[in-house]
């Protein structure tokens, strides 16, 4: 579909348009009284998202690369059908083709509100239902407004059960990472795969990161709060669905090898990612609908 037929078909004064953005990729611009967001469809990646009169929420690397087939540094990358490396093929992409391949617009909506609505679907083609061989569909729904809201949809309407990784890979743009504390995960048990240990440790106290993390949370449903004392505010970010919450920051070195963080990039970034990954995977029985929420919101740090 071209950009004048989404904008025929889709677009709503005053809330969401479809434009050629970076790359030749095609964005959704959503600008409505609360908040602006865009999101790029391919990948169904949401980019930004900031509420009018605040700082940005999500973290977008001015150094992100934008090309067909290339995930973006930033955003809310989508990770499915699986999460982390393929469990039994090396040569697929790790965290699933989702984030890498087209999605097609099904509805957009002004809501009652004033937030402004989106629901995308990925197109299956010959090369998805190679790497991923079960009848499935899978949505993402986003509304943008003074909170910001995501749903992850994933209905199996095949004749036997499989088995779904999956995570909303969301980057928080904070005011440095050495003024930031992430709560809401004490006491949690967790893998962390920066740090060369396969044994389970457990969280002590909030999150304070001074070195390459990057730890898988698990059979945690509770909100997690990122407490930036440079920007005098508190993420919180609220859940249903996922029982694993992964954070992550590459650090100085690892940064530098990606390429496309900047100097010092990683600094203005923390990834809080509501999942179901490692042991909570989820089995998706044939005929149902397995949904992972999140809304994401803003409060003064009090």
Not at 44 to 58: C, R, S
Not at 61 to 66: E, L, N, P, T, V
Not at 264 to 273: A, K, L, N, Q
Request: proline share 5%; with cysteine.
């Amino acid at each position: 579909m071209t950009i004048a037929d989404l904008n025929q078909r889709h677009a709503i004064a005053s809330h969401i348009q479809f434009k050629e953005g970076p790359g030749r990729l095609t964005v959704a611009e959503i600008a409505n009284a609360h908040a602006s967001a865009s999101i790029a469809l391919q990948g169904a990646h949401l980019m930004t998202w900031q509420p009018k009169g605040q700082e940005p929420v999500i973290w977008l690397s001015k150094f992100a690369k934008f090309s067909p087939g290339k995930s973006i540094r930033g955003g809310v990358p989508v990770c499915w059908p699986w999460f982390g490396p393929h469990a039994s093929d090396s040569k697929l992409p790790g965290h699933g083709y989702a984030r890498t391949v087209m999605w097609e617009v099904l509805e957009t909506r002004a809501m009652p509100d004033g937030s402004t609505f989106i629901r995308l679907g990925l197109i299956e083609n010959d090369a998805t239902r190679a790497q991923w061989p079960h009848p499935s569909s899978v949505q993402l729904e986003i509304t943008a407004g003074p909170t910001l809201h995501m749903a992850l949809i994933t209905h199996n309407s095949g004749a036997q059960s499989f088995t779904l990784g999956e995570a909303l890979h969301t980057y928080f743009h904070i005011s440095d990472v050495a003024r930031m504390t992430i709560h809401g995960l004490e006491g949690c048990d967790y893998m962390d795969k920066a740090g060369g240990a396969s044994e389970l440790r457990t969280q002590q106290g909030g999150i304070v990161i001074t070195s390459e993390v990057d730890r898988v949370y698990m059979n945690t449903a509770a909100d997690c709060l990122i407490e930036d004392r440079g920007l005098q505010r508190t993420i919180r970010i609220a859940k249903q669905g996922s029982q694993s919450t992964v954070v992550w920051n590459p650090w100085t070195a690892k940064a530098d090898q990606m390429g496309d963080f900047g100097p010092e990039g990683h600094r203005g970034m923390v990834c809080v990612e509501s999942a179901n990954a490692l042991g909570n995977v989820v089995s998706v029985a044939p005929g149902e609908t397995h949904r992972m929420v999140v809304e994401y919101s803003v409060e003064a740090l009090g």
